[in-house]
């Protein structure tokens, strides 16, 4: 079935430093993709999210690059902090649909 | 943002007992909810698509008669785990979108519910 995967599964930074998560969808019927944050414990947050007709989208600090060509998303996340630190999935969706296809996500964890 | 609730936050329950979860929208009526399930450092895997006034739409392998599913109203979806197992104890994880006219395609998710089966 069509599956959303990432290519690295933790993610070391350093505080200050910028993070770059990866992510790569399937379904080229997807036209809307999300990233959310994920505390231990709690329910996904969204973050920022992209529409297919879109190639880049920034938020505060945050700032998604969608490739529709290699089927390719990710998250830039500026000045990294230990706030930071959590699980990232991206999640691809049509529109109409409604329901998310979540990826495997990323442990993103900043030392101070 | 949208709010979601769930109640409960934690159940334990003994093998074979059923477990009702409440999935709230708070400040938008929600025609469609969904169902996730997660298990400890995995993803979310969507269960079923909860729709208001009608059957619940669930995902390949997951057993409709073991997870029931009412959305009565536009505001309120359950989940019932019925005959639970400890293999049945996980993350369970309700979302929701406001599918009103000039809404955002923003899904709102609910902060969880811990399972644990004994």
């Known amino acids: 079935g069509e599956s959303v995967g990432l290519h690295l599964p933790t993610l070391s930074v350093q505080e200050g430093d910028n993070s770059i998560i990866n992510c790569a969808y399937s379904?080229?019927?997807?036209?809307?993709f999300i990233w959310y944050k994920q505390e231990s414990g709690k329910g996904p947050q969204f973050i920022i999210d992209?529409?297919?007709?879109?190639d880049k989208r920034q938020g505060q600090r945050v700032t998604v690059l969608l490739n529709k060509t290699v089927k390719h998303l990710s998250l830039q996340i500026a000045a990294t902090q230990p706030g930071d630190s959590a699980v990232y999935f991206c999640?691809?969706?049509?529109?109409?649909?409604?329901?998310?296809?979540f990826g495997d996500g990323t442990t993103l964890t900043v030392k101070p | 943002g949208a709010v979601v609730s769930q109640h409960p936050s934690r159940v334990i329950c003994k093998s074979g007992t059923s477990v009702k979860i409440e999935c709230r929208s708070l400040?938008?009526?929600?025609?469609?909810m969904f169902w996730y399930r997660q298990f400890p450092k995995q993803s979310l895997m969507l269960m079923a698509t909860s729709n208001e006034g009608s059957k619940a739409t669930y995902e390949q392998g997951v057993e409709k008669d073991k997870f029931l599913i009412n959305h009565a109203s536009l505001t309120l979806s359950t989940l019932t785990v019925t005959s639970a197992h400890p293999e049945d104890s996980s993350f369970y994880i309700c979302?929701?979108?406001?599918?009103?006219?000039?809404?955002?395609?923003?899904?709102?998710f609910g902060p969880g519910t811990r399972l644990t089966v004994t």
């Open positions: 979302s929701a979108r406001d599918f009103s006219a000039g809404a955002s395609y923003e899904q709102y």
């Open positions: 400040d938008f009526q929600a025609t469609t």
């Open positions: 992209i529409r297919s007709n879109m």
């Open positions: 999640a691809e969706n049509i529109r109409r649909a409604g329901k998310s296809t």
């Open positions: 379904n080229s019927a997807s036209d809307y």
